[in-house]
């Protein structure tokens, strides 16, 4: 059980454009949702933290307006890099929470996107 | 602030030699502790957690943690390192009882183990 979901595992795209990236419990419901960066041989960089229905809590310093996070339904969020360019790639990686299953807030790590932008 | 220090950046062992990396967390409260495994190319995977009772904790492949709080550590270890355990460590914190549960991660160790 408490299995995380990333849609797409690794995706290029070209300076400028939009990625959607995909974030899904499958076997329970995520209360709370995380969304991670993780640069080459660093740690995970919380970027923003969603509460299902409401608008995302995001970290000093990561911007809003090019991140954006919707937490639409209890086993959904998506994250989407809006005009991307080159020192975005990183990999992003989704965790998933859901208070009556880890009472602990223990959180469920999806396998992460690689995101490469041109 | 909340903070989780990896005092070993890069360990280097062969393999049967014994492990121990280390992590220290500062939060004067009542904590929730985690580690975490990623191997080369994959995602990350719990190792063990600890949450209550016995401090010394066991988790998968033979890893264990003791959590000692008086200094406040959470120190990974094995008796005996194999060359599969090649891969990058992050020590995990959260306030038990925070409403958001907030994980903060230490920076990672990276282990390397030669056949």
């Known amino acids: 059980g408490a299995v995380v979901s990333q849609h797409p595992s690794w995706v290029i795209c070209k300076s400028g454009t939009s990625v959607k990236i995909e974030c899904r419990s499958l076997?329970?419901?995520?209360?709370?949702m995380f969304w991670y960066r993780q640069f080459p041989k660093q740690s995970l960089m919380l970027m923003a933290t969603s509460n299902e229905g409401s608008k995302a809590t995001y970290e000093q310093g990561v911007e809003k307006d090019k991140f954006l996070i919707n937490h639409a339904s209890l086993t959904l969020s998506t994250l989407t890099v809006t005009s991307a360019h080159p020192e975005d790639s990183s990999f992003y990686i989704c965790?998933?929470?859901?208070?009556?299953?880890?009472?602990?807030?223990?959180?469920?790590f999806g396998p992460g996107t690689r995101l490469t932008v041109l | 602030a909340q903070s989780v220090s990896q005092h070993n950046h890069h360990v280097i062992l062969s393999e049967a030699a014994s492990l121990e990396l280390g992590c220290n967390y500062s939060y004067g409260g009542t904590v929730n502790l985690f580690w975490y495994v990623q191997y080369p190319g994959q995602h990350l995977q719990l190792l063990l957690k600890?949450?209550?009772?016995?401090?010394l904790v066991k988790g998968i492949k033979g890893f264990e943690a003791e959590f000692i709080k008086s200094k406040f550590s959470f120190n990974l270890r094995k008796p005996s390192v194999q060359w599969s355990d090649t891969a990058e460590y992050f020590c995990?914190?959260?306030?038990?009882?925070?409403?958001?549960?907030?994980?903060?991660f230490g920076r990672g160790t990276q282990l390397t183990v030669w056949p």
């Open positions: 600890y949450f209550s009772g016995d401090p």
């Open positions: 076997d329970f419901q995520a209360t709370t």
């Open positions: 965790s998933a929470r859901e208070e009556g299953l880890a009472p602990h807030n223990e959180q469920f």
């Open positions: 995990a914190v959260n306030r038990r009882g925070s409403t958001l549960g907030r994980l903060y």
